[in-house]
Each structure stands twice: as structure tokens, then as C-alpha cells.
């Protein structure tokens, strides 16, 4: 039936039951009742055990003749941007150097509300924090290559070289000039079957992949600054994108 190994059913059963996130990507629960197949995390109704059959992936359970939860959309990768934000981040990634206000996102029919509660819960900081901290990293960037300071703070959007320096100094604890040796990590989220994952590079060359929700991953980080001598900045990169396609092409998943 399954292309995977799968667990025993009755720790499929447990984990389907108590919506356990830990094995989002790993089974997906096909109802007989409704015909639908969801995610462990489905908050929908559970159905009666003798009700349900666990598949290792989407594709066995479109064969199995169920057909995709519209609540807990099991073909979409765990983590990944919903519909409704995805034009925004799509403008979002093509200008970072934009300083986006709360008026443009309702322009937009976002509710700022609601665009600020999704960023909170998946990248542990507001959209507009996002925003700053990806400037601030790449005036560092300019400024280590030789961009004077206060033409990477004016081209990063900011009226002051004041304003920059003090918000460059709570974000990367030192001041810009302190920092033009130091090493910067671009780090990302990137969705994937078993869930969302923090990766961090720095010259090219992957230095973090870590499952996102994992207890230790602020420690981690905090080893990695102090060995690398680094500063973390969010951002983008070719390696990111390679990442997440390689993700979704060797799960059998999607």
C-alpha cells in the first residue's frame, strides 16, 4: 500500500488523535466517512478508528481514491506562504530595500492584523521587523564591500544616519564600522514535507539546517555565532532555493 516504512498503526492512531505536529509529513490519515485524507494536525472532528487508514504519502492516498482536507490542505508543504500572502512576498522579495506601512498592506486588502500574526508564528517576529532586520543586513553587506555608511543607510531607506546607526546597533549589537570583518549568515525559513526548517549560509556554503521548532535551535545558533565570530541576517539566496526544490523532489510527497 505504502511506498515508506510506516509506524504501527497504533502509533499512527496516538498521534492522529492527539494532533501530535511531530509526524506532520511522516503519515497522512485517509477518512472513509468523508473521503478525505488529512494532515496528524487536522483540527477537523476525528473520525472513529475503524474509520480511518494512514498512508506514507499524498500520492498513495490520491490512489487510494481520497481526495486533499480543504481545512488542513495536506498537499501543501508544512509551513508554506498561504494564498493570500503570496503576492506580497513576491513584491516583498523583489524590493527589500522597501519600507512597507501598515496603509499599503490594507491598499492591498491584507489585513495588517493578520499579515503580522502569520510572521509571529512563523518567523518569530512581525513583518515589519522582518523588513528591518533583512535592510539592516544588507547595509551591512554594501558596507563591507566598501559602501560608505551613510549611503548604505540612505539607499536601505532611512532618513537619518541616527535612526540607522541606533536600530543597527539593537539588532547587531555593535555599530555598523565595528562589524565590516564580521561574517553574516543569510538565513531562511524553507518549507518542507516534514515541516519548516531554519537554514543559514554564509560565502555559498550551507552552515544551518535545522527543523524550525526544535527546543535547541536557539542554542545552536548561538554556538555557531560564537565560533563563526557571524552576525544573522534574513535573506535570500540561490542555495535556499536549491534547498527547498531538492526538499520537495526527493520526498515522494507532492
Not at 565590516?180 to 560565502?203: C, E, F, H, N, Q
Request: charged letters at 25%; aromatic letters at 8%.
Amino acid at each position: 500500500m505504502n511506498t515508506r516504512t510506516m509506524p504501527l498503526r497504533g502509533k499512527t492512531i496516538e498521534a492522529f488523535l492527539s494532533r501530535n505536529g511531530s509526524y506532520d509529513g511522516v503519515f497522512f490519515t485517509g477518512v472513509r466517512t468523508t473521503g478525505v485524507f488529512c494532515r496528524p494536525t487536522c483540527a477537523a472532528k476525528k473520525p472513529r478508528e475503524e474509520n480511518v487508514e494512514f498512508y506514507s504519502s499524498t500520492r498513495a492516498a490520491l490512489l487510494a481514491g481520497f481526495r486533499p482536507c480543504k481545512r488542513c490542505r495536506p498537499m501543501e508543504s508544512t509551513g508554506s506562504r498561504p494564498v493570500w500572502l503570496r503576492d506580497l512576498m513576491r513584491d516583498f522579495d523583489a524590493e527589500p530595500q522597501r519600507r512597507w506601512t501598515d496603509q499599503e498592506l490594507r491598499d492591498r486588502g491584507l489585513s495588517p492584523e493578520r499579515v503580522r500574526r502569520w510572521f509571529q508564528s512563523h518567523h518569530g517576529m512581525t513583518f515589519h521587523a522582518h523588513g528591518r532586520t533583512r535592510r539592516l543586513g544588507l547595509a551591512l553587506g554594501q558596507i563591507q564591500h566598501g559602501s560608505a555608511v551613510s549611503r548604505a543607510a540612505f539607499g536601505m531607506g532611512y532618513d537619518s544616519l541616527s535612526g540607522f546607526s541606533e536600530a543597527f546597533r539593537r539588532f547587531m549589537g555593535e555599530a555598523p564600522t565595528a562589524l565590516t570583518d564580521a561574517k553574516v549568515v543569510t538565513v531562511t525559513r524553507i518549507t518542507t514535507p516534514l515541516g519548516p526548517m531554519v537554514a543559514g549560509s554564509v560565502d555559498d556554503a550551507l552552515c544551518l539546517l535545522e527543523f524550525a521548532d526544535r527546543r535547541m535551535i536557539e542554542m545552536q545558533i548561538a554556538r555557531l555565532q560564537k565560533r563563526l565570530d557571524c552576525v544573522f541576517a534574513p535573506g535570500t539566496s540561490v542555495l535556499f532555493a536549491e534547498l527547498g526544490t531538492s526538499s520537495r523532489a526527493t520526498s515522494g510527497v507532492n
